[in-house]
């Protein structure tokens, strides 16, 4: 059984920083793609990060240039650095992991999700 979890979130002023990292277990998959998703209450879930098994990643507009999505190379282990976090930023941070080598935005295309993790933004 494959099992995603999360670690990394919290409370930070505008401006700071945050490191999220997910680590995978039980992941029987060769070829794979990764993601982070963040979810405000009552908003959809918005896919922001991706990369896939071989280093390439993508990142949505709203966090292009401030977040940069990283792996390690020795177990499906990835992280998400967030700067120059601001306000919007606060959201429900979930990671996500699917077995095809395809960077993807979309909830329903990835198969095993973390618990999620809360990230809180202050002015």
């Known amino acids: 059984e494959v099992h995603l979890v999360e670690s990394g979130g919290g409370s930070v002023q505008a401006g700071g920083s945050l490191t999220l990292s997910c680590e995978a277990s039980g992941f029987p998959h060769s070829a794979y793609s990764l993601g982070w998703f963040r979810q405000v209450s009552g908003k959809k879930r918005e896919g922001i990060a991706a990369i896939d098994r071989d280093g390439l990643a993508d990142y949505a507009d709203s966090v292009e240039g401030r977040f940069t999505i990283s792996k390690d190379n020795t177990k499906i282990t990835w992280f998400l650095k967030m700067d120059n976090l601001r306000p919007e930023d606060t959201a429900m941070y979930y990671c996500?992991?699917?077995?095809?080598?395809?960077?993807?935005?979309?909830?329903?295309?990835?198969?095993?999700w973390g618990q999620g993790t809360q990230v809180t933004v202050s002015t």
């Open positions: 996500a992991a699917r077995s095809v080598l395809r960077l993807s935005f979309l909830e329903y295309e990835y198969e095993y």
